[in-house]
């Protein structure tokens, strides 16, 4: 498969054949491979409550094994973690994170194992119940940022896009409720973004203009089709003919833990084609800098792409992706002093 963007990688490995120069070149204009992962991202649980017509999910649940990572496992992972420079662990993958009942439990035991670890977690925000969003405030610094995917600000749109029955009415209260629940706790973390695919069906620019408006920060990011597996993902694109993905950096500095230990290449291997090794019985360690993976990253950077199944399908619709963080992030209202108050009216 040809690719017909081929785009320079930041990361770099040397080959037996590169001469002095090509070696020199590579250290000193792009970045080496990390001996661990800087980001870690675990399925603690399998399953999502939504069938979003741009992810692999829908498609793919019905005939993937489903479970939930036990604990030994967890917390395995996340003991080696902490001895190595871990930027960012994500407790999910592939799924909705808060179908895990002890979501909670497990942001707990990174922040106790691992405290220079940031905790990320991406959310659909349909779950994002009063109740829930209580004990999610009550993690207090715990949970680093927090991004809820609300595709559009258009109800019908927002439906055709996030189906299987999730509903706009619902989600925007479920947001709204936790914007006043946070002003109200004076909470700065977790750090709150809107997130969403740019694509023809939504008005994301609309969209992010609304979040800003509310003092809330916003993006839009590229649409993907996930390694091959979204076959129509250009009828959504803005651009006909997608770009080849050359220039992704994934499996470069990201660890994809799936409920089972399989370390699979990327997030968009919804099924668990390219296995890198588990990490039940070996370190991510060494599944990371095994000869599986090695191979792969050898492949991706020496123009032989085409040899890695996902990889050589996978394209992006090449849009300007916004990020506008808000210059005034969840206002805090601040109660006046006492002194300052107005008195109370009186009644006489
Ligand atoms: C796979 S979801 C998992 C977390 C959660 N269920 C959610 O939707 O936020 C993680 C992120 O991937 C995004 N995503 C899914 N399919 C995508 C695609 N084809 N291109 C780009 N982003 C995609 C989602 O919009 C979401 O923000
Ligand atoms: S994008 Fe997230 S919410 Fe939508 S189907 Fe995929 S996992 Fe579920
Ligand atoms: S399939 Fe390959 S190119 Fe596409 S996101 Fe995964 S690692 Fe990157």
Redesign the pocket.
């Known amino acids: 498969m040809k690719h017909r963007n081929p785009k320079i990688n930041k990361y770099y490995m040397i080959f037996p054949g590169d001469g002095f120069l090509t070696r020199w070149k590579k250290r000193f204009t792009r970045r080496p491979i990390p001996k661990f992962p800087r980001n870690i991202q675990i399925q603690t649980q399998t399953g999502?409550n939504?069938d979003?017509v741009?992810?692999p999910y829908g498609a793919t649940a019905d005939t993937q094994p489903s479970g939930k990572m036990d604990w030994d496992l967890f917390r395995k992972i996340v003991d080696e973690s902490a001895h190595h420079r871990v930027r960012r662990i994500s407790p999910?993958l592939?799924?909705?994170?808060f179908v895990d009942r002890e979501i909670f439990e497990r942001i707990l035991y990174i922040n106790r194992v691992n405290p220079q670890a940031k905790v990320i977690l991406?959310?659909?925000g349909s779950l994002l119940t009063p109740p829930v969003v209580e004990r999610l405030l009550d993690l207090g610094d715990g949970l680093h940022e927090l991004?809820i995917?609300v595709q559009g600000i258009d109800p019908e749109a927002y439906e055709s896009t996030m189906r299987g029955g999730l509903k706009f009415d619902r989600t925007m209260a479920n947001v709204t409720h936790l914007i006043e629940a946070m002003r109200r706790r004076q909470a700065t973390r977790p750090a709150l973004w809107i997130?969403m695919?740019d694509t023809e069906i939504i008005d994301a620019r609309k969209a992010v203009e609304y979040w800003r408006s509310r003092g809330v920060n916003a993006r839009y990011?590229?649409?993907?089709?996930?390694g091959g597996n979204?076959a129509d993902?250009e009828s959504m694109a803005h651009h006909q003919g997608m770009d080849y993905f050359s220039d992704c950096t994934r499996l470069f500095k990201q660890a994809y833990i799936k409920f089972n230990g399989d370390l699979v290449l990327c997030?968009t291997d919804y099924e668990a084609k390219i296995i890198l090794g588990n990490v039940r019985d070996k370190s991510l360690y060494e599944v990371w800098n095994g000869e599986v993976a090695t191979e792969i990253r050898r492949k991706f950077l020496s123009n032989r792409i085409g040899e890695i199944s996902l990889c050589s399908v996978c394209k992006v619709d090449r849009e300007r992706e916004v990020q506008v963080k808000s210059s005034r992030p969840l206002p805090i209202v601040i109660p006046r002093p006492p002194s300052a108050r107005p008195p109370a009216p009186t009644t006489a």
């Open positions: 999502c939504a979003c741009f992810c999910y592939m799924n909705e994170p991406t959310s659909n991004a995917s997130t695919v990011t590229m649409l993907e089709n996930r979204i993902a997030c």
